[in-house]
């Protein structure tokens, strides 16, 4: 039995705050990295935070269904029907974790912007919002400078991950990095084989490439 909440099954022991799902050490330092940032006069705000495996899997079949827009490297919108599977599969892992690998389940990953630049109404979690030019990228230069005194860091950068480059997406890694260690290739077969999703057969034909290019290739974490 699958009994473990790495794969965002588990009743793990999660807190409210601000709103929003989190495992307890990982809010207690980000209100830690809030309070700092707020000196610099940066609102780090989360926009997402905890995130189950059921509602994972309602994001993947919205996707392969195509009632969700696909969107490419450059965040521009895909054609759903030209692409056969295997490029459904690889466009919606551009942008979305297959079920049961989000680091979202763990409680210990939030996607953060900057409240005293942008409404969260107007906010796309794009990488332009968080460049040079960005509402956001005060508080991404901030956080890369000092998240990990607190022990945040991002574990989506250009080159060093497979899922693309995401700006927002802190992650608090001495908890995080648990999580990862526990995540089993085969533990997940047996547990989406179970599933009702879109694109199953294909995924579990090469699930230990997704899992590997897509869960286990991250940035290195800061040297602490
Ligand atoms: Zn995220």
Known sequence: MLTTDVYGLGDAPLVDYQGHLLESDTAAQLQKLQTAAAKDDISITICSAYRNFERQLTIWNAKASGQRTLLDKDSQPISFDSLNDDQLIDSILLWSALPGISRHHW????????????????????EAEYCATGPCHKMHTWLSQYGSDFGFYFPYQPGLSGVSAEPWHLSYYPKAKQYLSELNIEQLRALLSKQDMLLKDAVLARLDSIVNEFAFRIAPEPLS
């Open 107 to 126: 409680g210990t990953d939030v996607d953060l912007f900057d409240a005293k630049r942008i409404n969260q109404a107007n906010l796309k979690l794009v």
